[in-house]
Nanobody, 125 residues
């Protein structure tokens, strides 16, 4: 059973930083060998892609977070990280990580097979 657990969310002021973690277990393959996506969903809005991490390639970031967010997947670890800097109120959302991309557009959340429960990020103005 593949399980993902996000953590690290919380409340921060505008311009602050947070580091989210996604602990992954139950994979038949190594974490570094599978595609990973971070998504977020704000109240009243649809789930949107934040960053896509494909094996052997640099992360692909959404325009809204490019230059402010940084995703990493260290070797010999079962955790994916999302470092968020210069946070804005519009970054307020529940953040999810997902694995096992089935192909297609990376920002299409329906193409990821397994999901975590999400972690809340709130940026106050």
């Amino acid at each position: 059973q593949v399980q993902l657990v996000e953590s690290g969310g919380g409340s921060v002021q505008v311009g602050g930083s947070l580091r989210l973690s996604c602990a992954v277990s139950g994979l038949s393959a190594q974490l570094k060998s599978v595609s990973v996506g971070w998504f977020r969903q704000a109240p009243g809005k649809e789930r949107e892609g934040v960053v896509f991490l494909e094996p052997g390639s640099p992360p692909i970031y959404a325009d809204s977070v490019n230059g402010r967010f940084r995703c990493s997947r260290p070797d010999a670890k079962n955790t994916v990280y999302l470092e968020m800097n210069s946070l804005k109120p519009e970054d307020t959302a529940v953040y999810y990580c997902a694995v096992y991309f089935d192909g297609g557009m990376w920002y299409d959340w329906t193409r990821f097979r397994y999901w975590g429960q999400g972690t809340q990020v709130t940026v106050s103005s």
